[in-house]
């Protein structure tokens, strides 16, 4: 899924929030928190909205990445932003302190 994404990044191949979305969620899935977040930040440098679920998946990714500190400034960035936090951000946040001791 990675190796696909990357295709259609360097290909002609446009992407948009759904594509966007899924290729964020396959880095979760794969443990590549640090592909999300560049991921996510080339969503934004494409000038493709930004929603709820690519932001989730992101915090999803810092979470099972150890990294609560990158989760949780991710959710300050929605929370000033325009992009809407539902309960499954707001968990991965939670999880992302808890399982890192930030409790």
Do not use: F
């Not at 443990?31 to 996510?40: D, I, M, N, P, S």
């Not at 493709?48 to 990158?70: F, L, N, P, Q």
């Amino acid at each position: 899924a990675l190796h696909l994404i990357s295709v259609m990044l360097y290909g002609a191949v446009p992407m948009d929030t759904i594509t966007y979305s899924a290729a964020i969620s396959a880095c979760k899935k794969a443990g590549e928190w640090v592909k999300a977040l560049v991921l996510l930040e080339t969503m934004v440098e494409n000038q493709v909205a930004m929603d709820t679920i690519a932001c989730s998946a992101a915090i999803s990714a810092c979470e099972k990445g150890g990294e609560w500190v990158k989760a949780i400034e991710l959710l300050g960035v929605m929370l000033r932003g325009e992009v809407h936090a539902n309960r499954i951000t707001y968990s991965a946040a939670i999880s992302a302190c808890e399982k890192s001791g930030q409790w």
